[in-house]
C-alpha cells in the first residue's frame, strides 16, 4: 500500500469498548486502518486460559467494521507458528517487574507475536492502551531497540461508568465477582486521593490499597506497586508523578489496573 500511511491496532478479540478506542485512536493517525485478531498461544503460560479465552470472530468483525477497521487481519494459529517454529524475542529488563514476575513467559510471547504481526502489516502507527501499562513499556522498548520505524502511540484506559477498566476477562466474573473487581479501582481512587493531600510514602499507600482489596470477597493479590514510569523499578517516596499498578485475582479471573500518581504541584518554590 504505498503512498499511504497505515495504523494498526493488535488484539486478542473479544472486542469491547477499550479496543473501539484505540481502532478510533488509529483512525484519526492514518490513511489505512489495519486491526488483528489472534489469541497468541505464546503469551499464555501453562495452566493460563489460552483455551477458554472467550471469542467472537463474527461479532467482532461488525464491531471493527462500524470502528472504520480497513481491513481485519485473522490469521489462523499454524500460519504465525507453523510446525517447527522455535525463534522467540526477550528483553533483559522491563519483563523483571510486576506481571513479569507471576508470568515469566508471557512479555516474550508478547514481543515475539507484536514483532511478527510488525513485519506482516507494516504499519507507521501501532496503537496499544496504557491498561496494559507494562506490555505497552516493553513494546516500545522492543520497538526501538529492533529498530522497526514505527511510532507507538499509547491510548488511555476506557473504565465502565462504574471505575472497572475494560477487559476481554471482566466476561468471566459472576456478578459477585464483578462486585469485588470494582476494588482494584477503588483502591487506585484512593490512592490517587492521598498523594493529592498529602501522603508521599510509597508504603502507606501499598498498605491502604492492599486493605482495601483484601476487605471484598474472593479477592487474591498478586501484586500491588508503585515504581518509577519509565524503568518499572520500585520507588518509596512520591516525589514525581510515578505509576501505582496492581494485579488481582477475582475468583479464578486475574485482573490488572494501573494510574498515575501525581504529587501536588508546590506553588511556592
Ligand atoms: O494486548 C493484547 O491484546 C495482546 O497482548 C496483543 C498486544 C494483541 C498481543 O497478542
Not at 471505575?163 to 465477582?177: T, V
Not at 486521593?193 to 510509597?202: F, L, P
Not at 514525581?240 to 501525581?262: E, F, H, W, Y
Amino acid at each position: 500500500m504505498q503512498g499511504f500511511t497505515i495504523a494498526f491496532v493488535p488484539t486478542m478479540g473479544y472486542l469491547h469498548e477499550g479496543h473501539i478506542s484505540l481502532m478510533e485512536k488509529g483512525r484519526q493517525l492514518a490513511d489505512v486502518l489495519i486491526a488483528s485478531i489472534f489469541v497468541n498461544p505464546a503469551q499464555f503460560g501453562p495452566g493460563e486460559d489460552y483455551d477458554a479465552y472467550p471469542r467472537n470472530p463474527q461479532k467482532d468483525s461488525a464491531l471493527a467494521q462500524k470502528a472504520g477497521v480497513d481491513v481485519l487481519f485473522m490469521p489462523e494459529k499454524n500460519q504465525l507458528y507453523p510446525e517447527k517454529y522455535e525463534t522467540y524475542i526477550t528483553q533483559s529488563n522491563l519483563p523483571r517487574f510486576l506481571c513479569g514476575l507471576s508470568r515469566p513467559t508471557h512479555f516474550t510471547g508478547v514481543m515475539t507475536i507484536v514483532a511478527k504481526l510488525f513485519n506482516i502489516v507494516k504499519p507507521h502507527y501501532a496503537v496499544f492502551g496504557q491498561k496494559d501499562y507494562q506490555q505497552l513499556a516493553i513494546i516500545r522498548k522492543m520497538t526501538h531497540d529492533l529498530n522497526f520505524d514505527i511510532k507507538i502511540v499509547g491510548a488511555p484506559i476506557v473504565r465502565e461508568p462504574d471505575g472497572l477498566a475494560m477487559s476481554s476477562r471482566n466476561k468471566y466474573l459472576s456478578p459477585e465477582q464483578r462486585r469485588s473487581a470494582l476494588a482494584l479501582s477503588r483502591a487506585l481512587a484512593q490512592a490517587q486521593q492521598s498523594v493529592a493531600t498529602g501522603e508521599i510514602r510509597a508504603s502507606a499507600l501499598i498498605e491502604t490499597a492492599q486493605k482495601t482489596i483484601t476487605s471484598v470477597r474472593e479477592t487474591a493479590i498478586d501484586y500491588v506497586v508503585i515504581g518509577d514510569p519509565e524503568t518499572l523499578e520500585e520507588v518509596s517516596v512520591i516525589d514525581r508523578p510515578v505509576l501505582m499498578a496492581l494485579a488481582v485475582k477475582v475468583g479464578q479471573t486475574r485482573l490488572i489496573d494501573n494510574c498515575i500518581l501525581s504529587p501536588p504541584v508546590d506553588k511556592t518554590s
